[in-house]
């Protein structure tokens, strides 16, 4: 099952549920990113959200996961490791 998308990932300096939740998430934006995947395609068949019916949400959305996605590759990854 896959898990709910929030329109805005909560922002914490720490990994949060969401992130552990959405991991795959963030990697698969990533990887289509560094692909040059578009941002239409990302939300559509990542985020599972239709940026023809709902172009605002789908930016946001997509926005907001890929800076997430950044934080955990540059930041949040060490918290992973950690202990």
């Known amino acids: 099952m896959k898990p709910e998308i929030a329109e805005e990932v909560p922002w914490s300096e720490s990994l949060t549920g969401y992130d552990k939740e959405h ?5 698969r934006l990533l990887d ?8 239409e ?8 959200i239709d940026p023809a ?5 789908a930016r946001k959305a997509l926005r ?3 800076d997430r ?10 918290e992973l490791f950690a202990s």
């Open 23 to 27: 991991f795959t998430t963030y990697m």
């Open 64 to 66: 907001s996961h890929l």
């Open 41 to 48: 395609e990302m939300a559509h068949l990542i985020l599972g």
């Open 69 to 78: 996605a950044n934080w955990m590759v540059t930041a949040g990854y060490k």
């Open 32 to 39: 289509a990113s560094a692909d040059d995947a578009g941002e």
């Open 53 to 57: 019916s709902e172009p605002e949400r």
